[in-house]
């Protein structure tokens, strides 16, 4: 089973990290999921109150073996703690429920709350809610709704629930061979000991959501790049360069400042962009937390913009088992659809990141930095150095894998580099606060389909400092897409 992992605390809501697996031979494979959660988890993890919220908000049915446990507890005048004892030596108990389940493979749109819903409809959306054993005693001992469950103490109720625990898990594993308490079984674990129901639903859906579009089966490839050009007009890539001592001093109460910087930009620049880079240094240099604003960052456009194309700006390279790990890193870890790589140690430091299907690499080529002088413009006979990684390079990936970094002040230079490459993308970065000309760029480097990226950051997101800083980069954005479009409209 290829599965993802979620494990949603109270210390992240939106996501801790993704550790989503794949199975890559050369193509994806895809994973078809039924919109059916399965929800099971500790007794007390509030699991009947969430099925409901979650049926109420995505207008699901709701299935709960729990009440035919309790009817047939009743049944045989025990408590469900002795119906549970008495399972284990007959199997009937248990077939007569694990027949309603297999039956509910067929269908769709369900909520089930159970303890093998996860195992019975493999398709499903499995959910683990966990709880602290006090807390979950004490929710018990206070529901009066539980009658067939009357504690006297939270002492007794917590003796009560290992012991139920380890009866089910003891059971279950016996009959089917299903563990319980492998939380690795599971799509999505939240821990509920300090979140309001509501709370974990919207978890919930938040993994739910990611679970349907997952990223990793959907590749962003060369001609959907193209057909999101062509929708949205636009050719533009906003760089989140955030830098939290230059955001809006409001925001600076909050949480996490730079992911709620990052995320108004992203909702007020979305509908004209079609890339979103987030320079990875501006976040490392902050340490834990800045890891933090950045996981939290690409979860968010994940699950909110699935379509648009996501660039770590990393610019690794490094050895080839350090640079696997980088390729881990930022593809398997955080989900990023691109990596900026640097070539100067050659294929075997760029190679790794090539091995992960559906992912690309985006090859520093000529950058348009006073420093770029130094090397990239030297000679071998008649073949400047950034033309040869050009030439050398495209022996390692085709154009449905691999762009290249072309700085916008070297716009003039995008003549040469497209007898280079004259289909790959290419990322331009320099555009607005840099000083590199738009029309230049399209001018020189556009081919038939495009074929460009370009990239603008400090002059879209710091176009105010101000509690209106969204409405204003929205509107910088918007005047790049108007004249972007006006270019499109020449060759497409």
Partial sequence: MIFAYFHLSEENITFARKVEKFVQCGKIHYYFMKKIISITGDLGSGKSTVSALLCEQLK?????????????????????TELNKYSETHPEIDEEIDAMFKSLSHS???IVDSRLAWFFIPDSFAVY???????????????????????????????NITKRKASENKRYKELYGADC??????????????????????????????????????PITYNGLVEQIRKKNSFLCVGLDSDIDKIPAHLLQTEDPVFEFNRAIIDATASVTIAYKPNIAFYECRGVEGWKSLERTINYLNINYPEIFTIADAKRGDIGNTSQMYAKAFFETMNFDAITVA??????????????????????????????????????????LYEKVLQKSQQWACMNQMMYVIGATKA?????????????????????????SLAEVAKYGMNSHCGIIVNSSRGIIYADNTENFAVRAGEEAQKLQREMKSLLEKIL
């Fill in 108 to 110: 769709e749109n369900l």
């Fill in 60 to 80: 699901y049915d709701y299935i709960y073996t729990g009440d035919i446990q309790r009817q047939i507890a009743a049944k045989y005048k025990m408590t469900t």
């Fill in 343 to 384: 070539p100067y140690m050659g294929e075997d430091s760029v190679r790794p990141f090539l091995e992960y299907a559906g992912k690309w690499v985006i090859l520093l080529a000529l950058t348009s930095n006073k420093g770029a002088q130094d090397f990239q413009f030297f000679e071998e006979g008649s073949t400047k």
């Fill in 129 to 159: 809610l966990k709880t602290d054993l006090l807390i979950a005693a004490e929710r018990i001992t206070n529901d009066t709704k539980r009658k067939s469950e009357n504690y006297t103490s939270k002492e007794e109720a917590a003796q």
């Fill in 181 to 218: 308490s492998n939380l690795c079984n599971f799509h999505c674990v939240v821990d509920t000991s300090h979140l309001t129901p509501q709370e974990v639903a919207e978890a919930i859906i938040a993994a739910y959501r990611v679970r349907q579009h997952q990223k990793s089966f959907s």
């Fill in 412 to 436: 003039e230079m995008l003549t040469e580099v497209r007898k280079q490459v004259p289909d790959h993308f290419l990322l331009v970065p320099g555009v607005g606060a840099q000083g590199g």
